[in-house]
Each structure stands twice: as C-alpha cells, then as structure tokens.
C-alpha cells in the first residue's frame, strides 16, 4: 500500500487526527494537509524506454551465457571475459552494463529454476480410513527355558 494512501486512509476513512498522523509518519502537519486538500495520489514516475548499446549484443551474449551454463564452473567465462570478447565485436559499453545484463539473466534462470523447472509437489492427502500404514518388520525372540525348581 502507498505511502500517501495510508495517510488519506486514516485521515478520511479512521477519523484519525492530522497531529497524530504526524506523530506517526514524521511528516509536518502542513504537508500532510497539502495531501489531503489537493488529493495527492502516490506519485507514479515513468521511466522513458531508452535503448542501450548493448541492445545489439544481447543475443550473442545470451547465447555465450547459455553455453557457460552446460559447462563446469571452472570452465564458464566471467563477464569481464565476455566484455572483453564483446569489445572485440565492436561493443562500445561500459564492463558495468554487461554485468548487470549477466546478473540479471543469472537471476531470471534462478527464479524460472525454482518455479516451473521442478515441477510441483502436491503431498499427499488421505482421509481417515482411506489408507493404511504397514509395517513390515520382523521380530525374532530367542527364548530358553530354563527350569529352575529342581525337583
């Protein structure tokens, strides 16, 4: 929930006072005022689409990156690796770029790994009755008699 609707929340629907709302979030009464006169709503800041220049070297990267993974670890190439190799296609870009182009497939391999990879376990569930516990173990006893009332 934003920030500025729980402030219209509790001023408008919980009746809570502007000096209390203050206490609690430690903006002055006067903005919080200014919220609630003119309707505020969260501010929504766009970020504008601007292309990078490692657009155009997005697919090659994609595809070392996919080779690297079948690989040993000792084996996979580091991005500074990749830049370097990059660099010598033509890209122009900093080795931060590349970086943050590989943490981010990295992260999106990990969290695809973790969800629809696996599959999904459903335990199993059974009423009372329907299925029944065995155990299959044996016990042995060895047993001597021995008589001890000698007659």
Not at 122 to 150: K, R, T
Request: aromatic share 10%.
């Amino acid at each position: 929930m934003g920030f500025l609707k729980v402030i219209r929340t509790w001023a408008l629907r919980d009746k809570m006072p502007i000096r209390e709302i203050a206490r609690r979030t430690g903006i002055s009464r006067n903005t919080i005022k200014k919220y609630l006169r003119e309707g505020i709503v969260e501010p929504a800041f766009q970020v504008p689409d601007r292309p990078s220049k490692l657009d155009p070297y997005a697919k090659q990267l994609t595809a070392w990156l996919r080779t690297d993974q079948r690989k040993s670890r000792k084996e996979r190439r580091t991005a500074k690796l990749m830049h370097a190799d990059l660099v010598k296609l033509g890209y122009g870009g900093s080795y931060e770029r590349v970086a943050a182009f590989v943490r981010e497939w990295k992260g999106e391999r990990q969290r695809a790994h973790h969800t629809t990879d696996r599959g999904t376990f459903v335990p199993p569930v059974f009423a009372p009755g329907e299925a029944f516990q065995f155990d299959w173990s044996e016990d042995w006893c060895h047993c001597s008699l021995i008589n001890q009332n000698p007659a």
